[in-house]
């Protein structure tokens, strides 16, 4: 298992929808930042760094699945507990259990690679295997 | 099975993010527009209509599952392929298949729920059955 | 001159666009948290409580004006310093100063009203004279 | 004065914020849509593309200025009528006229200018002058 980062956001009124409840698209704005903050609190440098050194240019989600328990609206702090519950060969799980308090509001589970870009597209990107370095700064 | 309804999306720069592909949560928005769009082209009416003849405000997603196949950037057109291939009491799946002219690019089976406010709290909402007429226009 | 409140803002790969720059648009969703954050700050209640109490719905924007001074990326924390520098009868200046550090990044000078639904279509809405107790709490 | 070319938005749920309107941060996103769908259908090559050939890497917003005449809301169809009244050096006037049918919505004057990236620091960029062929591109 991993560290356990938390995340938090403010949900603010032009993240909610004519229902008065947050749009669900912002929760998946909010799980893409937890990841990235998630790496950085692990001491993984950013993106750009990466790229340079690793060839790794960010972590693209190949599956997600998420459970919506409660709405939320605007005035609410949210925090999202992020996880990496298991590595597998290029590609890894990445977990968000987002509450309001003691409540949860959602979760979900993403399947993420890391990506390179590949030498004969630029444009196009490939699966890498984790590097060791970062598993160990996650663990 | 319900009408497959098309909804086409023309992907712009602000949408693709410093890898230079589509940031996934816009593809988590343009779902939300699909779904609404299949309704509507099925003639069921805008929610706020609803919510004064059904009491329905909206449909709001309780599970999502996707998958990711194929990066897409700026320039690209895509079409979500969009239709409800099971209903259930209170609440039923939403299916969307998104594709670049024949390529697939990434697809997505949601729960939803036709949701009511909660007459002891406005700010709340529950599901409720599946109007009968909503089910008959999306057949 | 009216008290000046600071909201923070970390910026994440996803409000980046292929340039690697913060795709502007998001300046102004951040602008309208700060304002949100701005009358909570002071003590004004959310808008689903004033519409209640005062009528009032919200500060819809009838006029902005901005200059871009700096490019932002992510990993940069933003700090946005919000005043109110002037009322006027029905609307009211509503003042950005956003900063990285000491640096300037970008200012926007917007004119908002304080916004009411019309009785004869409460689809639509009227500015309505700001109310003396929320120009109190702001001084 | 250039040619003039329309972007044409469907409003959706998602767009609109509590009080049932579209969140005016929005409207920017769509201006930048419509900003780079001008040049497309006037024939100026993709950003990528144009990195390659000319160095230019978009068009950044220098100065917005924006006045928001009525509402608009999901259902609603807008059109941005787009042009460049004015070629400057190193910059340029963009504008959008936003209307529903025949009604003005909003409406928008920016200074962008052509992006080049910066010889000793390419995470900068630098405004470069307007290359001739786009100018007839445009005209």
Known sequence: MSKEVI????VEFG?????????FPNFFRWIDHASRHFFIECGVP???????????????????????????????TLQ???SIPEWRGKSFVQRYRCFRGEEPIMECDEVRIFAARREDDPSQIRAVVAPEEIKRLCA
Chains 1, 2, 3, 4 share one sequence.
């Open 7 to 10: 995340y938090t956001v403010q």
């Open 15 to 23: 993240h909610c929808d004519p229902a008065r409840i947050v749009w």
């Open 46 to 76: 950013p993106w750009h760094e990466t790229e340079k050194t690793m060839g790794i240019i960010g972590t693209p989600v190949v599956d997600s699945h998420s459970k919506f328990i409660r709405t939320a609206t605007y005035g609410d």
């Open 80 to 82: 999202f507990r992020t």
